[in-house]
């Protein structure tokens, strides 16, 4: 808080708030490009930096040591030329130049040639990395200070030298080898080699250490999906196996909370269920009259309100994920609306197999289309399943609910004074179970407006 002021007043400053925006700028464009997933970013973390060392450790080689080699290389050569030059001109020769040019062959390793006086050839063109025609130019005007002509390209083992003499012309051809550092190459390849090998086997650890991660991350979607997750195994570093051991510990507490809630719930329902059929035979022994036929109608609520409150607690289940004919569900949800007199219509696009709990699945969808029909006079379900995802929306033109009800609809035993109620029994848990559903299988089920002008309900379930 107390550098805040300060902070603002030096980004009122231009040429600094240039730099904020550069650096967000540049934050930004990172973020966007750079890899989202951990081996990439790890392997980007670990070869980043080798590449900048590498390329800092061939530049510094190249400029001092590559560099240095071949002027003292070219020192040494040009040096022996002066020295041919000088005896040359200093000492009188034999008409063909015979004993300069075998002392030049036989201790310099040079072949020297005396041409008559004839102008130079013009320059050829430079390569584009001329190192070793800036050395030995530089070294032939300071040693020998005469016109010359070089050719270091036309020849790939050989380099030629013209000088220009008094009275001739000096021809020199010597190996590139004597003036220029030929062997620089193998210590790039060796550091270029070396670096491929270690980091081929730091890829290949970096790969064991990340798939435990992944594997945990597989398995905790799986099981946020409601997928069995038997055969995952704690793997990896010490703190990977931790965090897998405290998930199988989370699971395994979450399946027994389920299966105690679900064993209750299975005395709790035939203890009811028995009072309820003990009912039903007394009214039966009864006979059919005006009163019966109220208490008829209560027990039949009671059963109703009882098996949505045990469905609503009893969720998903122990029922396993199975691949399920999506399009054909859309199908038969569209017969049930279309049976009670509800203009219906369906469409389905994509891959029509899904991965989900069946039964719940269909629960799910009959709450939702059932809830549709009783209030409106069209409904149509559509379905998608693409870029891994499956959308099932649910659209109607009835009243609909206002935006800001629409998350008071999904609290259990929560009813509407006016509009519509959320299932068939009027116990308010129609759309709290399908969410419960959806959410289930890892995704979600929300409230949108319709283009038919009334509720669009939309579940979105992860492939």
């Given at each position: 808080m107390i550098f805040k002021a300060p902070l603002r007043a030096l980004a009122k400053i231009p040429p600094l708030r240039e730099m904020i925006r550069i650096y967000r700028m540049s934050g930004q464009w990172l973020r966007r490009h750079m890899p989202k997933r951990l081996l990439p970013r790890?392997?980007?973390?670990?070869?980043?930096?080798?590449?900048?060392?590498?390329?800092?450790?061939?530049?510094?080689?190249?400029?001092?040591?590559?560099?240095?080699?071949?002027?003292?290389?070219?020192?040494?050569?040009?040096?022996?030329?002066?020295?041919?030059?000088?005896?040359?001109?200093?000492?009188?020769?034999?008409?063909?130049?015979?004993?300069?040019?075998?002392?030049?062959?036989?201790?310099?390793?040079?072949?020297?040639?005396?041409?008559?006086?004839?102008?130079?050839?013009?320059?050829?063109?430079?390569?584009?990395?001329?190192?070793?025609?800036?050395?030995?130019?530089?070294?032939?005007?300071?040693?020998?200070?005469?016109?010359?002509?070089?050719?270091?390209?036309?020849?790939?083992?050989?380099?030629?030298?013209?000088i220009l003499l008094k009275k001739n012309v000096l021809r020199v051809i010597t190996r590139r080898s004597q003036t220029y550092a030929s062997n620089s190459h193998i210590f790039l390849v060796w550091m270029v080699g070396t670096s491929l090998v270690l980091l081929g086997v730091a890829l290949l650890f970096l790969r064991n250490q990340v798939r435990p991660i992944q594997q945990l991350a597989n398995a905790m979607e799986s099981f946020g999906k409601g997928h069995q997750v038997d055969d995952f195994r704690p793997r990896g570093a010490e703190e990977?196996?931790?965090?897998?051991?405290?998930?199988?510990?989370?699971?395994?507490?979450?399946?027994?909370q389920i299966e105690q809630r679900t064993i209750m719930l299975a005395g709790v329902s035939h203890d009811l269920r028995t009072i309820l059929t003990r009912f039903r035979l007394q009214l039966a022994l009864l006979g059919d009259n005006e009163?019966?036929?109220?208490?008829?109608?209560?027990?039949?609520?009671?059963?109703?309100?009882?098996?949505?409150?045990?469905?609503?607690?009893?969720?998903?289940?122990?029922?396993?994920?199975?691949?399920?004919?999506?399009?054909?569900?859309?199908?038969?949800?569209?017969?049930?609306?279309?049976?009670?007199?509800?203009?219906?219509?369906?469409?389905?696009?994509?891959?029509?197999?899904?991965?989900?709990?069946?039964?719940?699945?269909?629960?799910?969808?009959?709450?939702?289309?059932?809830?549709?029909?009783?209030?409106?006079?069209?409904?149509?379900?559509?379905g998608t399943h693409e870029r891994g995802w499956l959308t099932v929306s649910v659209d109607d033109n009835g009243p609909g609910i206002p935006e800001e009800d629409r998350p008071a609809a999904f609290r259990p035993f929560h009813r509407f004074d006016e509009g519509r109620n959320l299932d068939q029994s009027g116990?308010?848990?129609?759309?709290?179970?399908?969410?419960?559903?959806?959410r289930g299988h890892g995704g979600d089920l929300t409230l949108e407006d319709s283009p038919l002008g009334g509720l669009r309900a939309v579940v979105r379930l992860p492939d």
């Amino acid at each position: 808080m107390i550098f805040k002021a300060p902070l603002r007043a030096l980004a009122k400053i231009p040429p600094l708030r240039e730099m904020i925006r550069i650096y967000r700028m540049s934050g930004q464009w990172l973020r966007r490009h750079m890899p989202k997933r951990l081996l990439p970013r790890t392997i980007l973390i670990i070869v980043l930096p080798m590449i900048i060392l590498q390329s800092m450790m061939a530049y510094l080689f190249m400029q001092k040591h590559w560099e240095t080699v071949t002027k003292r290389l070219s020192q040494a050569v040009v040096g022996e030329i002066a020295a041919t030059i000088s005896i040359l001109e200093s000492y009188p020769q034999d008409a063909n130049f015979e004993t300069v040019t075998s002392i030049a062959a036989r201790d310099m390793k040079l072949s020297v040639s005396v041409l008559p006086l004839t102008p130079l050839p013009s320059p050829r063109p430079k390569p584009f990395f001329s190192l070793l025609d800036r050395a030995l130019s530089e070294e032939i005007r300071s040693q020998i200070g005469r016109p010359f002509w070089i050719d270091t390209v036309g020849r790939s083992q050989f380099v030629e030298i013209r000088i220009l003499l008094k009275k001739n012309v000096l021809r020199v051809i010597t190996r590139r080898s004597q003036t220029y550092a030929s062997n620089s190459h193998i210590f790039l390849v060796w550091m270029v080699g070396t670096s491929l090998v270690l980091l081929g086997v730091a890829l290949l650890f970096l790969r064991n250490q990340v798939r435990p991660i992944q594997q945990l991350a597989n398995a905790m979607e799986s099981f946020g999906k409601g997928h069995q997750v038997d055969d995952f195994r704690p793997r990896g570093a010490e703190e990977v196996r931790r965090a897998s051991t405290a998930f199988q510990r989370m699971s395994r507490r979450i399946e027994r909370q389920i299966e105690q809630r679900t064993i209750m719930l299975a005395g709790v329902s035939h203890d009811l269920r028995t009072i309820l059929t003990r009912f039903r035979l007394q009214l039966a022994l009864l006979g059919d009259n005006e009163d019966t036929q109220e208490l008829s109608r209560d027990v039949r609520e009671m059963n109703n309100m009882l098996e949505a409150y045990l469905a609503f607690a009893r969720g998903d289940g122990d029922e396993v994920a199975t691949d399920v004919d999506i399009s054909a569900i859309v199908e038969d949800m569209e017969t049930d609306a279309g049976a009670g007199g509800v203009e219906t219509a369906s469409s389905y696009a994509g891959d029509p197999i899904a991965r989900v709990k069946e039964s719940a699945f269909r629960r799910c969808l009959t709450n939702l289309v059932a809830n549709a029909a009783r209030h409106a006079t069209r409904v149509e379900i559509s379905g998608t399943h693409e870029r891994g995802w499956l959308t099932v929306s649910v659209d109607d033109n009835g009243p609909g609910i206002p935006e800001e009800d629409r998350p008071a609809a999904f609290r259990p035993f929560h009813r509407f004074d006016e509009g519509r109620n959320l299932d068939q029994s009027g116990t308010g848990l129609g759309l709290t179970i399908a969410r419960d559903i959806a959410r289930g299988h890892g995704g979600d089920l929300t409230l949108e407006d319709s283009p038919l002008g009334g509720l669009r309900a939309v579940v979105r379930l992860p492939d």
